[in-house]
């Protein structure tokens, strides 16, 4: 930040499911890169030069009472001990302290629209010091979006990150190989997220890192399909889309596979082109390459097997040219991971795609999807109402990149024998 600045971040703060229960406590991912901290209704403020110290925490008292309701709070007191910062404050002395602080600054930086409520008092504080200089009291005068900074910073991931990271993909890469070796004709879909879902938790991932995709037959043309109660069919592939959060980090993994455990003959057609379009991205998920290569990596395989299997009357450039295959194929084929699944950092840079670095991460997850609504009547029937996706998690490195779910089989024949075995 620029010199006379101050940044000012809130925490998450709980959210009610219904009535007075609560949904599990998450903390707002950029405050939790910042401080590491867990608690709700907290405000982290960032003051350089400030000589009482520069890394301040705002948080909630210790209360006996509400501690034996919702567990220990750490306190201002423990608190800039243990978080390694400078000073701290209880949460309810904001409204005395924290404009003090702005105070004589020149620029606040903030994440303006993501926490309303806050805004409102930020604002207010700033009028208030507005109303005053007349009688000497000097107000920022501008604000300035922190996002720019943090998630640029966030992008690049450190050592400890990579390794919290291989961590979730390892405990992810288990559930789904739990869930091939469960999954037979019969079972529900929810059935089969319960698997994933134990593998979590055993190993130490309190939760997935968003809903869980369990999609049977034709469902697996719904991309973010969450119902994940139909009855899983003898003949029919699952599509499975899960991750675990390990200690705030995200795995994001998708397998598509035979419910008895053989793929029939046009499943492997289709299926063999999506991995191949998938091989081809990951070749190109390299640094000094840009975003968007393994995404033109793979669409030149999926448009190719599509010629050749009649469903695009073209030739390769023109059809790529014209779209016509995203009837068939609706999504790109990466994003960034990291604290969030879909995590934060520019795709592009002054309107050009971003160049991937050593330390970025990224999801590479080519599909093909033929609904039998009607949209795909010129598809054969044997591949209507099929949906495949294959998705692995990707750390680029100085030396190419690394995938670190590659222990989840993904070849036809590695699949088939999991299964049966």
């Known amino acids: 930040m620029e010199a006379g600045s101050v940044a000012v971040l809130p925490s998450a703060r709980v959210q009610y499911r219904n009535r007075d229960a609560e949904y599990p406590f998450r903390q707002d991912s950029d ?30 008292d210790r209360d006996a009472r509400a501690e034996r309701y919702t567990g ?27 404009p003090g602080i702005v105070e004589g600054r020149e620029r606040v930086y903030v994440t303006l629209g993501d926490f309303p409520d806050f805004d409102r008092r930020l604002i207010g504080w700033v009028a208030e010091l507005r109303a005053k200089e007349a009688s000497g009291a000097s107000p920022p005068g501008e604000f300035v979006s922190l996002k720019s900074l943090l ?44 698997e994933l ?38 003949g ?15 795995a994001d993994l998708t397998r598509t596979f035979p419910v008895n455990g053989t793929f029939t003959a046009p499943q492997r057609e289709l299926y063999e082109l999506v991995l191949a379009a998938q091989t081809a991205a990951l070749d190109a998920a390299v640094a000094g390459a840009d975003f968007l290569a393994p995404h033109q990596a793979a669409t030149r395989v999926l448009v190719a097997g599509l010629i050749d299997f009649g469903l695009l009357d073209a030739g ?13 194929t609706v999504h790109n084929s990466s994003h960034w991971l990291g604290i969030d699944v879909h995590d934060v950092g520019d795709y592009r840079v002054e309107g050009t795609w971003r160049t991937l670095e050593p330390g970025m991460a990224i999801t590479v997850e080519p599909g093909l999807y033929f609904p039998d609504d009607g949209s795909a009547s010129d598809v054969p029937a044997h591949w209507r109402g099929v949906g495949i996706r294959i998705e692995d998690d990707v750390l680029i490195e100085e030396d190419g990149s690394r995938v670190l779910t590659a222990a989840v089989p993904k070849t036809v024949d590695e699949i088939e024998a999991l299964i049966r075995g």
């Open 236 to 250: 029919d592939l699952v599509l499975i889309d899960a991750g675990c959060e390990f200690e705030h980090y995200a």
């Open 31 to 60: 405050f939790y890169y910042l401080t590491g901290f867990e608690e709700p209704d907290c405000v982290l403020v960032l003051a350089p030069g400030r000589p009482q110290g520069e890394t301040i925490l705002f948080c909630r």
């Open 316 to 328: 390769l450039e023109e059809a790529i040219e014209s779209e016509a295959y995203r009837r068939f």
């Open 72 to 98: 220990e709070r750490l306190g201002p007191e423990r608190a800039a001990q243990i978080l390694g910062l400078d000073d701290a404050f209880p949460y309810a002395d904001l409204d005395e302290i924290l």
């Open 151 to 194: 998630h640029e910073q966030r992008l690049r991931k450190s050592a400890a990150e990579r390794g919290l990271m291989t961590q979730a993909a390892e405990i992810t890469a288990r559930a789904h190989r739990r869930a091939m070796r469960r999954c037979a004709p019969g079972m529900t879909e929810g059935q089969l997220e319960a």
């Open 197 to 234: 879902v134990h593998e979590f938790l055993a190993s130490g991932a309190r939760s997935p890192a968003y809903p869980s995709i369990v999609a049977g037959g034709r469902n697996a043309c719904v991309m973010h399909y969450m119902r994940n109660d139909a009855a899983l069919r003898d």
